[in-house]
């Protein structure tokens, strides 16, 4: 099967594939038909790197994946007939791994459309302000936040080149930095629904290195800031990783949960719901918060099992899509902690006063069924918008991701980097979560990805 052909496996012939790996797994003995070059686990970003990369050096990788499709925490799906991201939609100019794929593929970037009303938290719950201001303040403020950033996190894509500095200021949560700041409380609601959106829910959660690494990453300034979310690949997150996934040669199973993985001597089996495979080493490129969910035989080492028990990957957070009709053209809005969305923006405006609106939600007592309460909570944003329909994908919930991207908590920079990415045994690890440089996004991921191909081929010699 030659490349451009492969991984285009889905239910029948994974099925097919599985079905003969029951008899041998049941009786304990080798199975047939059921071995690999290498076995990857996982077929979002990260997974679908290794796999590409072990295979340009002459590996048969077999990408085994709990879903039905793949993509992990990046999911590109319809509604209304558009192309809509339900995971991670954006990239920054900045992160060179993902425009090297991009490159690679010939795949070109959009950006939204710039909003023409902007709210923001006011005095008397959310009002409407000029953009220049929010520029201004927003600018102000988020370097106060991040003042001292520019010297212990001297060179953002190695955050750990000043770890005599980390160390003064890598227990801090995102709110212990800002009770340190005291800002008065309209300063605060401007910045804290940032701080708390970004950590899923409560600013206590996000530590304020991993934060401030994405600022430092960005160019430590407004312009860099904004631009993290500043384009999306024009054939969606999707479009790109098909076209990786086209480019490898191996297999993929769909719809096949892992629920153990063992070392023993030169093999490692992973134990499937269809069944038992082999192969002489294994990369596990589920997220971090996925790891307590298998069973590891022997058990994976303490800096890895407190990361999964602590979560790296944010703990609540819903990404919507609204139909909605409003006659204050397209919109962005910013909540302040606690609010029970954080932010909303036009993606698409489809005419008419109709758009495509996304948002943001932490609060879990939120109905993303339920028109009419969503409509409520957007109209103390957005006045007089009508709901006229709603998508969502509720991250913390799902059980394959159990958490939103990634964003380190307190304390976690000095206690993970660099171990959590160093093998064990015969499995490497691949996650945007374990990344050095863009921990949370997909070029993190693809950082991963690399690096964990690197350590199966060196496993091999």
């Known amino acids: 099967m030659d490349r451009r052909s492969l991984l285009k496996a889905t239910g029948l012939s994974a099925l097919a594939t599985s079905a003969a790996l029951h008899p041998a797994a049941a009786a304990g003995a080798r199975p047939r038909n059921a071995e690999a070059d290498v076995i990857v686990i996982g077929a979002g970003f990260a997974g679908v790197t290794a796999a590409r990369e072990l295979s340009a050096n002459g590996l048969r990788p077999l990408l085994v994946e709990a879903r039905d499709r793949i993509g992990g925490r990046t999911w590109t799906d319809t509604f209304l007939g558009r192309r809509i991201e339900l995971g991670c939609q954006w990239i920054s100019d900045r992160q060179q791994l993902f425009h090297s794929e991009l490159a690679r593929y010939g795949i070109?970037?959009?950006?939204?459309?710039?909003?023409?009303?902007?709210?923001?938290?006011?005095?008397?719950?959310?009002?409407?302000?000029d953009p220049a201001e929010v520029y201004t303040?927003?600018?102000?403020?988020?370097?106060?936040?991040?003042?001292?950033?520019?010297?212990?996190?001297?060179?953002?894509?190695?955050?750990?080149?000043?770890?005599?500095?980390i160390r003064g200021v890598d227990h801090l949560s995102l709110r212990d930095r800002l009770d340190q700041l005291a800002l008065a409380p309209a300063d605060e609601n401007w910045i804290n629904g940032t701080t708390a959106s970004y950590s899923g829910g409560s600013s206590a959660l996000g530590g304020l290195t991993a934060l401030a690494q994405w600022w430092r990453l960005g160019g430590g300034n407004i312009d860099g800031w904004y631009g993290l979310l500043g384009f999306s690949p024009a054939v969606g997150m999707g479009g790109l990783l098909q076209a990786m996934l086209d480019d490898t040669d191996g297999e993929l199973m769909l719809n096949t949960p892992v629920r153990g993985v063992t070392v023993s001597g030169r093999c490692v089996y992973v134990t499937t719901s269809r069944g038992t495979l082999?192969?002489?080493?294994?990369?596990?490129?589920?997220?971090?918060?996925?790891?307590?969910?298998?069973?590891?035989?022997?058990?994976?080492?303490?800096?890895?099992?407190?990361?999964?028990?602590?979560?790296?990957?944010?703990?609540?957070?819903?990404?919507?899509?609204?139909?909605?009709?409003?006659?204050?053209?397209?919109?962005?809005?910013?909540?302040?902690?606690?609010?029970?969305i954080s932010s909303l923006f036009t993606h698409t405006d489809l005419g008419d006063g109709h758009q495509l609106i996304i948002g943001f939600s932490e609060d879990r007592s939120l109905d993303f069924t339920n028109r009419a309460q969503i409509q409520a909570v957007l109209r103390q944003m957005v006045p007089g918008i009508e709901v006229w329909d709603l998508r969502s994908q509720d991250w913390g919930r799902d059980r394959y991701s159990r958490g939103a991207w990634a964003l380190r908590r307190p304390k976690q920079l000095l206690a993970q980097l660099p171990a959590i990415q160093q093998p064990y045994g015969r499995i490497a690890f691949a996650s945007g979560d374990t990344a050095t440089a863009w921990n949370g996004f997909v070029d993190g991921a693809i950082e991963s990805g690399l690096r964990a191909a690197r350590q199966v081929l060196e496993m091999r010699r």
């Open 278 to 340: 082999t192969a002489p080493a294994v990369v596990v490129a589920v997220p971090v918060n996925v790891w307590r969910t298998i069973q590891f035989s022997p058990g994976l080492p303490k800096v890895h099992t407190d990361a999964s028990l602590q979560g790296v990957g944010v703990p609540d957070s819903v990404k919507f899509w609204v139909h909605a009709r409003t006659d204050r053209g397209r919109v962005s809005a910013q909540a302040a902690e606690g609010f029970p």
């Open 108 to 129: 070109s970037t959009v950006t939204d459309p710039a909003a023409e009303t902007v709210i923001f938290p006011s005095g008397n719950g959310l009002a409407e302000v």
């Open 137 to 165: 303040r927003q600018s102000e403020l988020l370097g106060r936040l991040f003042a001292g950033s520019e010297s212990y996190l001297e060179r953002p894509t190695d955050p750990l080149y000043r770890a005599d500095l």
